[in-house]
């Protein structure tokens, strides 16, 4: 099967691309360095030629409302009307838990992502998963002001990019399933924890400092908007288990 990865060299399109090459499918990964703008459209068309579906787990950089919105708006739409061009038979798309009951700042681009998706002309399956383990070290080199990295007070049930990976690309080789079972993690855990375990565990300095964020979209990393729901399924690696299996790859590449 032919498989287009919409940000296939992102945290977890990199693992997406290597678990559809590894279970014999054909990874296209769809990135600027690859000649297409999923923005403007450009290169979408040649790009999805004979293509059999598509996984989207593209991203943005951003905490705006109105930019997050712009960008999934935008790229959603030019893949959907290149799908339905070329063909294309099944749209899988990963969004995150709790997006509709928080669609404030990024999420407010995923909320309108699902929308789009959820009423657009090429079947579908969308799988919410809850924050990669890897969230840690993107908070301690975003959020760094000086000797102190600020990080919001956020409960989260962090889950391993790889897990994500296989369960997408085995929802991309099966029928559209509509909205599937959420992907958490196995421990619930609070992110400033996380932040000072992979910072110590990596020699980064810093005090961290939790700060709780203010209004809706504050209170949904505090209350448990952002955690597994009832019939969830749960992801195995632990983030201890991941920060160890990280460190110990980190030596032997240093080690040659």
Known sequence: MKIAVAGGTGAVGRHVVDVARGTGHEPVVLTRSTGVDL????????????????????????????????????????????????????????????????????????????????????PWTILRATQFHEFAAQLHARMALGPVVVVPTLRSQPVAAREVAERLVALAAAAPAGRVADLAGPRVERMSDLVRRWAAATGRRGRVLEVPLPGAYGRAMRDGTLLARPGSDLGVQTFDEWLAATAALRRHVIGG
Do not use: M
């Open 39 to 122: 923005v403007t459209g450009e290169g979408l068309a040649h790009a999805l030629s004979g293509v059999d579906v598509v996984i989207d787990v593209a991203s943005v950089q951003t905490i705006s409302d109105a930019a997050s919105r712009a960008f999934f708006g935008a790229a959603t739409r030019n893949l959907l009307a290149a799908e339905t061009a070329a063909g294309v038979r099944h749209h899988v798309a990963l969004s995150i838990v709790g997006v509709d009951e928080a669609p404030h700042s990024y999420y407010a681009g995923k909320a309108l992502q699902e929308q789009l998706i959820e009423a657009g002309p090429v």
